[in-house]
């Protein structure tokens, strides 16, 4: 039998011409769209303004494609943690941050990571594999559907498993799907896209019609201190990382965020602050400090927070948009850097990430 084709994997452009080569018309891939992504709908036989005998015909030729939620975890300061089965049984973790000020999910682009950052347990799973387009926008339907978002505005971090920019093509693709105006017609400024900075695919994301806020995951002042902390810098140096940063075009008001996970008696000295104000000379940038969630396995510690605070008044008072990041979800392991499902290996993490610094 021909496998059924999945619409969830097809943007409005790709719906239109699949349908009418199947005899349909256009138009229905704009109705197709509001059901799955305004209302949440998954079952063709629900999609009432579409006539019987096309539901039926759309039903045996199509389907779509949504993860089976397989836990979903409370926080006592209201996160909530999900846990995703993929057709494939392979898992991944999303979290919905309320009142950031916003409403927030945070979604994950790849089954594990191969960047290998010191600090985040999502890194000792290595990559397991990439997440297709459809299955990261499934993420916002599945969310927003369990959280009663559907018809409310939301805010999208590309922040949870995996490094965005390593799976470039289908992220991408989820964010034109996310735009579409039949969709979800999330606004690029709603979007922040979290990465180590692969230059490469930076200087493609320069030229996107459509862009998101860019995040930058900096967290040292120094590449020998960097390169321990965030393996890609071997290829990928600050200096390299910062150029293209100062050549990325913004719009008026813009910055580009800078992450810095702060770890106690690493990168939270005097010096890493006054070398960090330096680094960022020239770039329209804010920093937002993280301090360290502590995670097994990770020999790290969380700096005190008077010296985290010492840290951001070094900044403040040399004229550099700080903040300091309240860690939300500590308590169900919903934090930066502790997402992690069972699947991955360090081996294929080392395997992935001798890949990508050839």
Request: aromatic share 6%.
């Amino acid at each position: 039998m021909t496998p059924r084709i999945d619409l969830a994997e097809l943007d409005p452009a790709e719906m239109e011409a699949v349908l009418e080569s199947q005899g349909g018309e256009r138009f229905h891939a704009r109705q197709l769209y509001r059901w799955i992504y305004r209302r949440g709908v998954t079952d063709i036989e629900r999609m009432t303004d579409l006539s019987r005998p096309l539901r039926a015909r759309l039903a045996a030729e199509f389907t779509i494609g949504t993860p089976q939620l397989v836990s979903e975890a409370r926080s006592v300061d209201g996160t909530r943690k999900f846990v995703l089965e993929l057709e494939d049984r392979r898992r991944i973790e999303s979290v919905f941050i309320p009142d950031t000020p916003a409403m927030t999910f945070c979604i994950s682009t790849q089954v594990g990571c191969a960047m290998g950052c010191g600090f985040c347990l999502t890194g000792t799973m290595g990559l397991v594999r990439n997440l297709t387009a459809g299955e990261i926008t499934a993420q916002v339907r599945v969310l927003a559907a369990n959280t009663g978002l559907l018809d409310q505005p939301f805010n999208i971090v590309l922040m949870g498993m995996g490094e965005p920019l390593h799976n470039y093509d289908n992220t991408m693709k989820a964010l034109r799907m996310l735009h579409s105006e039949d969709g979800f017609a999330m606004s690029p400024r709603r979007v922040t896209l979290s990465t180590v900075g692969i230059v490469p695919e930076l200087e493609r994301l320069a030229r996107e019609p459509l862009m998101p806020n860019l995040a930058i995951s900096l967290h040292a002042t120094t590449d020998v201190q960097r390169t321990t902390l965030v393996p890609p810098n071997r290829k990928y140096p600050l200096a390299l990382v910062l150029e293209t940063c100062r050549r990325f075009p913004l719009k008026k008001r813009s910055r580009i965020t800078f992450e810095y996970v702060m770890l106690s008696g690493v990168n939270d000295t005097t010096d890493d602050a006054k070398r960090l104000v330096k680094l960022l000379s020239g770039i329209k940038a804010k920093v937002n400090l993280i301090p360290f969630n502590a995670a097994p396995g990770i020999p790290y510690e969380r700096p005190p927070d008077e010296r985290v605070a010492h840290f951001a008044q070094i900044l403040a008072d040399r004229h550099v948009t700080v903040s300091v990041r309240k860690s939300r979800g500590r308590d169900i392991r919903a934090a930066c850097g502790q997402l992690i499902v069972e699947g991955g290996t360090k081996k294929s993490a080392a395997q992935h990430m001798a890949l990508l610094i050839r």
